[in-house]
């Protein structure tokens, strides 16, 4: 069992998980914690903009929401006022007729007020709804384009969290928060404006609280806002130690580590129920005080008012009125501190989203791109240096010309840079310094699709999408026919595996690939690539652990035959790959330091007879038994 860590003071921490982790998991979180109050206005903008761009191609809805929202609020004012006016008109008189007829008009604004609600709601969904479904599929399709430096970097949870929770917050603004503010806000000007008109004597003694409500209110804001940032602080770190552990759950089981996991969970469950407990008082007390506060009003004006009519300065109908007013201009306040919260979750939330709305992709078209119709596939790297981290270098100054057709095997120690060197071929990152060349034209001058197109890439463990067999070959491409796909297949000796499965090529792939096996996820990959990157240059990354010998025959007898017909850079780790490309490099430490073909290299006795002769073979026995 871990030891709970010292703090600084040397003293065990119980319970409590390494801090060092929490500042790796959620940055957003951490990010919220700091946030300064200059930031707070690159929140509102963010929100603005967002909102704004988004809203902008239903303006007619919202503008349609917004007119029948001012007349809701309008509207507000007169039930009080029909009150007044039954109260010290017909009832004072004993008048029957009038008030059956004040009586209706009550009715019908009752009425009026329900349809007017019904209708802006209406009208502000169909914009609001349609704004942020716009939104997702914007982010959806920006994080689509996004390079492969940024989609590594970034965990899926956080990009699940942008386009769900924090879409839904800004949907509780849209569909909530912003009726209640224009409503409510409009609604408390209108009814003080009528209250001075009425009677300014009573309007005075009913807004008399106004000022402690709003020294109250900024006394909790300040509190509410730093219990609600931590309490989504706790929350993003509950998401991300839920998400990591529900992905390695298979890895905590198999070495019983089902109680540390739990332990270090049960930390993370009290810090957010402690958070939202925190959250939960400060907004229960703030309710409670605007209750209190409402009330003193209401007594205020029931006492002074009950002056006023014996003193005859107010008739009893504008006290009964005012008591409604009075009502009807806290419930405002009331409602408005309470949307502060849902307002500052969404103000976080737009910020994030508008972040990842302008990272812009570092590999990118380019301005003026170079068509790319045939692939001779012909690759040169000229002086190619790269990096992730500054000062660690990866590859430096490659130089590499491999001419049309020639199949390359790149061998060298883990670590070596042998897949950084590949993936700079399909542009998951641009060299730092030097350049690639595909048919003469630098990389960066194609268009991506064209690149793409042009270079197929078969990664180690490749990624098989929920679907069927031929579904996962097309990858949406429909125009390729059951034939294309079928060829495709037999060409990389897919077919044979596939043509055994339970229903051929409509099998139901699950999600990960999980029910299919490494060897033939990669058989598909490479079925996938010929069918859609049908010529051009072919990248593989060969598996490095072993894969059941059948599928393995099957792998090289396909490669045998694919390495014949296209150039092809491959990360071998099989010994019978490697004496099948026409040329070996070895890499070591980010440089090229041999190459040459298998018998050239292994009379020369360098570094690729050590590999062969240390970690090759090993790998070609063990195959072999
Ligand atoms: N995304 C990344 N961010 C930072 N460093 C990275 C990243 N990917 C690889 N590296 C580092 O770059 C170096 C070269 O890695 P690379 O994967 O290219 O080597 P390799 O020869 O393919 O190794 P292997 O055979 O184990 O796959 C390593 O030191 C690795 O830690």
Request: net charge neutral.
């Amino acid at each position: 069992m871990p030891k709970p860590k010292p703090d600084s003071n040397g003293r065990a921490r119980e319970n409590e998980p390494p801090d060092d982790r929490f500042q790796v998991e959620d940055p957003a979180a951490e990010e919220l914690e700091q946030r300064s109050l200059t930031e707070v206005a690159d929140q509102d903008s963010a929100l603005f903009k967002l909102l704004g761009s988004s809203l902008a191609p239903y303006k007619r809805w919202l503008i349609m929401a917004l007119v029948l929202m001012l007349g809701t609020s309008a509207l507000n004012v007169v039930p009080p006022y029909l009150l007044q006016q039954a109260i010290d008109g017909p009832i004072a008189r004993g008048e029957m007729r009038s008030l059956w007829w004040i009586t209706a008009l009550y009715g019908a604004t009752a009425l009026g007020l329900y349809g007017l609600t019904f209708a802006f709601t209406y009208f502000l969904q169909q914009a609001g709804q349609r704004a942020l479904a716009d939104l997702r599929s914007r982010l959806f399709d920006h994080i689509l384009r996004q390079d492969h430096g940024f989609l590594t970097q970034t965990s899926t949870g956080e990009l699940v969290s942008r386009l769900t929770n924090d879409i839904d917050q800004l949907n509780a603004v849209l569909s909530r928060s912003i009726v209640i503010v224009l409503v409510e806000g409009v609604t408390l000007i209108v009814v003080v404006v009528v209250m001075f008109m009425v009677n300014w004597r009573l309007a005075l003694l009913s807004l008399a609280v106004l000022p402690v409500v709003a020294v109250v209110t900024r006394y909790f804001r300040a509190r509410i806002r730093r219990s609600s940032s931590g309490e989504r602080s706790a929350q993003a770190r509950i998401s991300a130690f839920l998400n990591e552990h529900l992905h390695g759950m298979t890895v905590v089981q198999l070495f019983n580590r089902e109680d540390e996991s739990e332990r270090e969970f049960e930390a993370y469950n009290k810090r957010y129920r402690e958070a939202l407990i925190e959250l939960r008082w400060h907004s229960a007390l703030f309710l409670s005080v605007q209750e209190i506060l409402s009330s003193v009003g209401l007594g205020l004006i029931l006492y002074g008012g009950g002056q006023g009519v014996l003193a005859g300065w107010a008739t009893l109908g504008t006290l009964v009125a005012f008591v409604q007013y009075t009502e009807r201009a806290f419930q405002p306040v009331l409602r408005l501190s309470q949307e502060y919260n849902t307002v500052q979750v969404a103000l976080g939330a737009a910020e994030r989203i508008y972040a990842m709305l302008n990272t812009r992709p570092k590999v990118q078209d380019p301005p003026d791109p170079v068509p790319l119709t045939r692939v001779r596939g012909e690759i040169e790297f000229r002086n190619v240096h790269f990096w992730y981290v500054p000062d660690e270098p990866v590859l430096r100054g490659i130089d590499l010309h491999i001419p049309p057709g020639q199949s390359v095997a790149v061998v060298g120690p883990t670590g070596a840079g042998k897949s950084s060197l590949v993936s700079l071929l399909a542009r998951h990152y641009d060299p730092r310094r030097g350049q690639i060349l595909l048919d003469g034209v630098d990389l960066r001058r194609y268009r991506l699709t064209d690149l793409r197109r042009a270079v197929a890439v078969v990664p180690q463990d490749p990624v098989c999408l929920a679907g069927t067999i031929a579904f996962n070959i097309r990858l949406y491409r429909d125009d390729l026919s059951d034939e294309d796909v079928r060829r495709a297949a037999e060409f990389s000796n897919a077919a044979r595996f596939i043509e055994e499965l339970p229903g051929g090529y409509d099998f139901q792939v699950l999600p990960n690939g999980e029910n299919l096996s490494q060897g033939q996820r990669q058989l598909l990959a490479l079925a996938r690539a010929l069918a859609l990157n049908p010529e051009g240059v072919l990248v593989l990354d060969e598996a490095t652990s072993s894969i059941d010998t059948a599928t393995e025959a099957l792998i090289q007898e396909a490669l045998e035959r694919i390495l014949r017909t296209r150039t092809s850079l491959v990360i071998a780790h099989r010994l019978s790959t490697i004496r099948n490309a026409d040329r070996i490099i070895v890499m070591e430490r980010g440089r090229i330091v041999e190459d040459g073909d298998h018998a050239s290299l292994l009379a020369r006795g360098g570094h690729y007879a050590r590999l062969h002769q240390h970690q090759l073979m090993g790998v070609e026995t063990k195959l072999a038994g």
